[in-house]
């Protein structure tokens, strides 16, 4: 995908999942703001994204406390991911280039974090 330097996560999406494909066409989707050309880009059974202020066009209350609820579910996500890179093997780089072993070293890290929570 990128061979360095920086990539938006919008731009990531679109190369992992073409819009013409309609990937999400039966998939609510939930995101942040930086994925703002979402909707008018891809087909998705249904968009939540957050209200963003303008200059001239402050959010109203009722825009607010949407947005707040918006983001207590995400920090929830935001701290998960977080909890999962508690295990040094999802920040350290690998050099290994066996893909299916990224995938299994993410299962592994999201049973572990689960597991904690639970107990």
Known sequence: MCDGGSLHDYRQLKE?????????????IKVHLGYAGIIK?????????PH????????KDTQK??????????IKVEHS???MKRYRILSDRLR???I?????ILGVCAGLWNSYLAN
């Open 16 to 28: 992992a999942f073409p819009p013409q494909e309609n990937w999400f066409k039966n998939v609510a």
């Open 41 to 49: 880009d891809y087909l998705c059974k249904s968009i939540s994204i």
């Open 52 to 59: 963003n202020k303008t200059k001239n066009n402050p959010l």
């Open 65 to 74: 406390d949407e947005n707040t609820r918006m983001a207590s579910v995400r």
């Open 81 to 83: 991911i977080g909890g």
């Open 96 to 98: 290994n280039h066996l």
């Open 100 to 104: 299916d072993l990224y995938d299994d």
